[in-house]
Every structure is written in structure tokens, then in C-alpha cells.
């Protein structure tokens, strides 16, 4: 993509011209490409795909929705976008923000409005935590949409980060070895959940949408309650990254390079059927 004359995309125009943000910009596009191709979101010898990029107005999805555009712009993304957001009806939500951010942009897109932050506040006893409930009224009609316009696929702004904190969330109060999935298929097998940032770190969404001067839009729902465990990790990783800069994509790459026969789980291996080349002899007991 060309910076120059009117070669650029509106969702672009204005963008810093320091080498620094040129940096980020490169990596954060390098990043989300090597995440298609690894993870295989794309079917290129398929009929062109319609995807759902759900925009919640923070800096994670702008940052999705930038990205996105610049590799469709580039001819890099063979599919057609659609920007979504889904107003769950949270007091004092700028409702307008969105839509005109999108108007102006030039970006297709679809508002939807569903007051699920009602049902949520009345399900959930005080003192716990929205998130589980939030989610999975979020997802329903995420998915709703997608099937009513044709997407084969919800795409979400989860990054880098978020599969880390989710690894030590289910290591830690879980007690499985499992984080968010690059991709995934829906129980009902007809729609991806995709998550293209999945190698992107969560302080270059930061940055980039501090330098776009993107419109962001607070949660004041899940994101207003302290005591998360969530933010727990979060805070723990912090500290961890202050000590020792770059411990995040070193852990990272661990869950990228999961070795099966290392790992104690037979379901994974089968232990069973290791044994020494040749056959056993008969007296010696085998373990089952």
C-alpha cells in the first residue's frame, strides 16, 4: 500500500509518518499475515469468504479492523469484511461513536442491538464476575449475525496477551493445560471463530490506536469490576516482563512448540504402545 495522493485507505489517512510508527505498522501487518497462513484462515481455493469482525470500540478491534484492511487493500486478504458491533444496551454506551467512525471510514458494516447487559446484571449474584454469562450472550448473537449475512467466520481481536493470560487462567483455576485457539469451528459446525492478533502483542494494539487517535470506547461492564483473576495475570505477567523484557513472546513460543510425547497426558501419547524396538520378552511384565 502507497501512503501517497488518495492510494490510501481512509481508516489510514492521518497516520504518524515517524519511522517508529512505520515500524509498528509493518510488524503489526507482518504478524496478523504470518497468523492466516499459519493457522490456515484462509481457503484460497475456495469461493471467497465473508468474514464478521466484531468492532467493540476498544483499541484491540481497531487495531483488527486496521490491519485487516490494509492486507484486503494490499490484495494480501482474499475476502470481504464486514465490521460489526454489538451494542449490549450498558448505560451511557456512546452509541453513536461507531457508526459515524465507520460512515466515515468507509467501512461496511452492520450495528446491532441487543440489551444483554440487563439480563446480565440480574443473573449474576452480586459480587461475582459478568464475564462468563457476558460472553456467551455476546457470542450467541455474534453468531446470529454472521449466519443472517452470510459470514463464514466471526473474527475476533484477542491477541497475543490474551492467549497468554488465558493459558495461566485454566492452569491456575482450571487445572488444564488449554488457552483460546487461534481457530476454531462452533459446536453447530457451520461458522469459524477466528483470531487473526494471535501473534500480535497487546502493547502495539496499544500503540497503534493511541497513534491513529482512534475513538475508544471504555466496557463498563466486565471491564469495570475489580478483583478479575483475569487482571491477577495480567498484573503477574506485568511483573514478570519488567524483570525480564521479552519473557511474554518467550512463553509464547512455548505454546507454539508443544511437544506431546513430553507431556503427561496419555490421551495425547500413546504411552501404552512404547516400547523398545523388537519384541518384549515374555517375562518381563508390561504396564497397562
Known amino acids: 500500500m502507497l501512503d501517497d495522493g488518495d492510494d490510501i485507505h481512509p481508516l489510514f489517512r492521518g497516520a504518524p509518518r515517524t519511522t517508529e510508527f512505520r515500524k509498528l505498522r509493518k510488524r503489526l501487518v507482518r504478524e496478523t499475515r504470518e497468523a492466516i497462513d499459519r493457522y490456515a484462515m484462509i481457503d484460497r481455493d475456495g469461493p471467497r469468504a465473508k468474514w464478521l469482525v466484531c468492532l467493540s ?39 453513536t461513536v461507531l457508526p459515524e ?22 443473573k449474576v449474584p452480586a459480587g461475582r464476575t459478568y464475564c462468563a454469562l457476558c460472553s456467551r450472550l455476546r457470542r450467541a448473537n455474534l453468531y446470529r449475525i454472521a449466519r443472517e449475512e452470510g459470514c463464514s467466520a466471526v473474527v475476533l481481536g484477542h491477541h497475543r496477551d490474551d492467549l497468554l493470560e488465558t493459558f495461566f487462567l485454566n492452569l ?17 459446525g457451520d461458522l469459524l471463530v477466528l ?8 502493547a502495539d ?6 497513534a491513529m487517535d ?3 470506547i471504555p466496557c463498563d461492564l466486565c471491564g469495570s469490576q475489580d478483583g478479575l483473576q483475569r487482571q491477577a ?15 511474554r513472546a518467550k512463553m509464547f513460543s512455548a505454546l507454539c512448540q508443544v511437544r506431546p510425547s513430553h507431556m503427561p497426558d496419555p490421551a495425547l501419547w500413546d504411552f501404552a504402545g512404547l516400547w523398545p524396538e523388537g519384541d518384549m520378552p515374555d517375562d518381563i511384565p508390561r504396564l497397562r
Open 205 to 210: 494494539c496499544e500503540r497503534f490506536a493511541r
Open 57 to 95: 470500540g476498544g483499541k484491540d478491534s481497531y487495531t483488527l479492523l486496521a490491519v485487516l484492511t490494509e492486507l484486503q487493500w494490499r490484495g494480501l486478504l482474499p475476502v470481504d469484511v464486514l465490521a460489526c458491533n454489538l451494542d449490549q444496551g450498558q448505560p451511557g454506551f456512546p452509541a
Open 172 to 188: 491456575f483455576h482450571g487445572g488444564k493445560i488449554a488457552t483460546m485457539p487461534p481457530k476454531l469451528r462452533n459446536d453447530e
Open 233 to 247: 495475570i495480567k498484573a503477574m505477567l506485568d511483573g514478570w516482563e519488567a524483570k525480564v523484557p521479552g519473557r
Open 101 to 122: 467512525f465507520l460512515e466515515r471510514m468507509g467501512v461496511p458494516h452492520r450495528i446491532e442491538y441487543r440489551d444483554t447487559y440487563s439480563v446480565v446484571v440480574d
Open 214 to 216: 482512534y475513538p475508544i
Open 195 to 202: 483470531r487473526p492478533l494471535a501473534h500480535v502483542a497487546e
